[in-house]
């Protein structure tokens, strides 16, 4: 049998996928939720091991998320924050027919720097997290919180809302979130770029500590380069790495203006 993700349906209208990041679930987009369910049908997805997905044994692997999800959501648009915008970026690559159109949401096909990506934060950090988690479980993820917060205008707000979302559906699996760390220090889908078919939005917070704008800007101009697809880059400028907490408005914004191409295309079964 195969296995099924939790998935939380709202609103009405054309479908949307939204994919959660690393610790999260479905929950966090509240916000976006409360703005665009008059509007759209979304489905909130709940990673293997997250949330309500919490004891289901899909391995947090591209192939193996993707074709869970594909099973069982609609034709749609996917819009992924962080580690869930990896995630759909190899759903939009691979299989195109499913996923129409790409919303990264402060997520880097590369979270990590490196000798030609200067872009990308010290692999030290997700190795800390992933020593910290058999230290400190909870302090771990406050840490990991705090840094996902620093640098926005709104830190103490942003800080607070995710510390409320990061339990209100259980703790997160240890299994998960240990393979979540090593994908963000390990994973560079660079090659993936230049083979995007679907037009692409990507979303970064100008004071993002995680995720630097100017990532999200060369992942787009990769993907206008290759000339298959269109690649709008926007920036929120006093966000951090969760602007759908702090700048809700600025992103529903983007995503009015992208999406507004997709209605009549999305409209597909599962």
Do not use: N
Request: net charge negative; with cysteine.
């Amino acid at each position: 049998m195969s296995a099924r993700l939790h998935t939380t349906i709202s609103g009405e209208g054309p479908p949307l996928v939204l994919i959660h990041g690393w610790a999260m679930h479905g929950g966090v987009f509240a916000p976006l939720v409360e703005r665009l369910r008059d509007r759209y049908t979304l489905h909130l997805v709940d990673l293997p091991g997250h949330g309500l997905s919490r004891d289901d044994a899909t391995p947090l692997a591209f192939d193996a998320v993707c074709d869970a999800l594909h099973a069982q959501l609609p034709v749609a648009p996917w819009i992924g924050w962080s580690l869930g915008g990896m995630f759909a970026l190899h759903a939009a690559v691979h299989a195109p027919e499913r996923v129409p159109a790409l919303v990264a949401l402060c997520s880097s096909p590369c979270f990590v720097r490196g000798p030609d990506w200067r872009y990308g934060v010290s692999a030290e950090i997700f190795r800390d997290f992933a020593k910290g988690l058999g230290d400190d479980y909870r302090a771990t993820l406050d840490r990991f919180v705090a840094l996902e917060a620093f640098g926005s205008d709104h830190a103490k707000d942003e800080i607070r809302a995710l510390r409320a979302e990061l339990f209100a559906r259980g703790e997160p699996a240890a299994r998960v979130l240990v393979d979540g760390l090593h994908i963000l220090e390990t994973a560079d889908q660079r090659p993936l770029l230049p083979q995007l078919r679907v037009p692409s939005l990507w979303i970064a917070g100008r004071r993002d500590r995680l995720v630097d704008p100017r990532a999200m800007r060369e992942a787009a101009e990769i993907v206008e380069r290759a000339g298959h697809a269109p690649a709008t880059f926007a920036q929120i400028e006093h966000a951090g790495h969760a602007p759908f907490l702090t700048h809700v408005d600025e992103v529903v914004g983007h995503l009015a203006e992208f999406l507004v191409d997709f209605p009549a295309a999305t409209g597909g079964d599962a």
